[in-house]
């Protein structure tokens, strides 16, 4: 018998991306009604997934966590809305995630990955990233302009 466990059962854009090792793509979210749940998994490869909670009124606020997927196990981690998510590739990896919004670029929005409030301890010091994601404001700059965010716990 199927049990979703309290996750959602319609997911409405499946995507898929390939990375070579050390590319870390992140931390990126959606904002206001188009705030997306991701469920996660690598087809191939491995990656160390991480989700940052940015609901102001969360008690994990501001805390992230990390899991290392890959396409052996089979894992799967739901990221539900109101959390920035990146992944550092640590293998050549087929990332793919279903998502509970369709992408809308208006909605797009993101934090830096090396922010100094995060204080993420990724385990690389040189990654491999894009332009458009070193160019994503800090922690601080999102959370001043709140109505960006359009999340709560």
């Not at 409405?12 to 793509?25: A, I, P």
């Not at 670029?105 to 995060?118: A, R």
Request: with cysteine.
């Amino acid at each position: 018998m199927w049990r979703n466990n309290g996750l959602p059962t319609q997911f409405v854009q499946d995507n898929q991306s390939f990375s070579t090792k050390g590319v870390l793509r992140g931390l990126h979210f959606q904002t206001g009604a188009h705030a997306q749940g991701k469920l996660v998994r690598v087809i191939y490869g491995r990656v160390l997934d991480i989700a940052v909670d940015i609901r102001p009124s969360s008690s994990t606020f501001g805390q992230y966590e990390f899991f290392e997927l890959d396409g052996l196990s089979n894992t799967m981690v739901y990221i539900p809305p109101g959390f920035a998510h990146g992944f550092l590739a640590l293998e050549d990896s087929v990332f793919s995630y279903k998502c509970t919004q369709t992408y809308h670029k208006p909605s797009e929005s993101g934090i830096v990955w090396n922010d100094h409030t995060l204080n993420i301890k990724w385990p690389i010091s040189n990654p491999i990233i894009s332009a458009k994601d070193l160019s994503l404001p800090t922690f601080n700059k999102i959370m001043n302009q709140t109505e960006l965010v359009g999340v709560s716990a």
